[in-house]
């Protein structure tokens, strides 16, 4: 009884991801992927289309129209024809050509909806497919707790495909990585710089986790979805199209995350736009950014970037983009902080010198799916006014809990810990005081003594209790327990060696 107990409280995204993880049987989570949140998105567009749908029906004695696609858009919900409806799906859910029906849906919704075209997947007719397992996705996605044609239910439907983005980028490993930036990394860099208005830029956005987060932030602190305007960019179309189908399940206008396959290196696709906040997280120590081909770029204000490694160029892609008072949060590989190779350290100490950073954060281990390398935040501002000629150093490495053997997440208590370690820095509180172990306000001039390095652990120093560490009484204990050891071993050697010699003698 406690087995079942346990499993009907288990939140429904977990119970939903368990039953479709057991339909997938020997597809490969990448190619699942798209069927999984294709159904999903297809789940929530039919839930805001048959609610708004019910209302024109009631209204169609004073002239409302339920198949006017004019009547949907001026609501912002995307029209869905006949054939393409959920309903209709369910009563041919059991037919063979499922796959088809579906593919024929996904093509229909795009030639009605404009913004949707090129993005939805196609997938369904694949033979890998089996139609059975096809047709019990459909029952389970849209079960009795999604029934409901409400904003109750589209919310749930865009937190469940914000989950199994998650656990697709869990199951595919390192590739899954490279469209997923862990929620709590995300969660965390959006709690510092608190975009309440403007413009965010990403300009490697992935599926769209800043976005979403940025857009729940506001939500959360009673702001206005419409104060803020998103830009985006990514170079993998595959992920640029789950990134769309991420932001229309939100509603959030993704008409400027745009996609070319050169990158926002080689072709900036908001090459004009000066953003108020940037936030993203680039692929680490990336050395096929076409780095030669961009030497005399008018980015490189602080010095020109190796073509082997990326880093800081895309620090400079981000201050480039940055209005002149914005703000800049982003995910780096920590060698970052401390690499000379090739003018990077000259690049930095530019970017120290001119009051650019104001904050690095170094991070736990085993955050990121796709590497095992060690990572950092970095804030980066413009035209400080508060605490110009500091550095903020914040130490959490020791932060964060496994969720599996190979994974770690911040914990909401050690997000907020952190962000209001920094705002409370930012804003020159009183309340604002060094940790030792932890964090540390550092004036430039001592960064400059210790060659323009960056570590948060060259400055934050030993917890407290560390700093009192007695090295004879440690020492001591440690050779005690030692000699105990040493006696039970001796002692269990000698016991061994009777019981051989009894064994020889009855032998």
Known sequence: MAKVKEIQEEPLEKQLWKAADKLRK????????????????????SISFESLYNELVKQQADGADPEDREEYMAENVFYVPANARWSYLVSVAKNPLIGKYIDDAMDVIERENKTLKGILPKVFSRSELDPTSLGELIDLIGNSTLQ??????????????????????????????????????????????????????????????????????????????????IY???????????????????????SQVKWNTEGSFLNDAHRDVKADFVMANPPF??????????????????GVPPAGNANFAWIQHFIYHLAPSGQAGFVLAKGS????????????????????????????????????????????????????????????????HLINRRTRELSEEDIQEIANTYHLWRDESTDYQDIAGFCASVPVSRVAEL??????????????EEDDFNFAERFTALKAKFEEQLKEEERLNKLILENLGKINING
């Open 26 to 45: 020997n597809i490969d989570a990448a190619k699942y992927k798209d069927v999984v949140l294709g159904l999903i998105f297809l789940r929530y567009i």
């Open 148 to 229: 409901n044609t409400s904003t109750k239910s589209a919310d749930l439907l865009g937190h469940v495909f914000e989950y199994f983005l998650g656990e697709f980028a869990l199951a595919e490993g390192k590739k899954g990585g490279q469209f997923y930036t862990p929620r709590s990394v995300v969660e965390l860099l959006v709690n510092m710089l608190e975009p309440y208005k403007g413009r965010v830029l990403d300009p490697c956005c992935g599926s769209g986790g800043m976005f979403v987060q940025s857009e729940k932030f506001v939500k959360e602190h009673q702001g206005r979805i419409e104060n803020i305007s």
């Open 232 to 254: 985006g960019q990514e170079s993998n179309q595959t992920t640029w199209r789950l990134c769309k189908m991420n932001l229309a399940i939100r509603g959030i206008d993704a």
């Open 285 to 302: 120590n990336d050395s096929d950014w076409s780095g030669d081909q961009l030497r005399n770029d008018a980015r490189w204000q602080y």
């Open 337 to 400: 902080l401390t690499s000379k190779t090739a003018g990077e350290g000259d690049i930095r100490k530019a970017l120290i010198d001119k009051g650019m950073i104001a904050c690095i954060v170094n991070l736990p281990a085993k955050l990121f799916l796709n590497t095992q390398i060690p990572a950092c935040l970095w804030f980066v501002t413009r035209n400080r006014t508060k605490r110009a000629g500091e550095i903020l150093f914040i130490d959490a490495r020791n932060k964060g």
């Open 451 to 464: 060659d323009y390095v960056l570590t948060p652990g060259r400055y934050v120093g030993l917890p407290e």
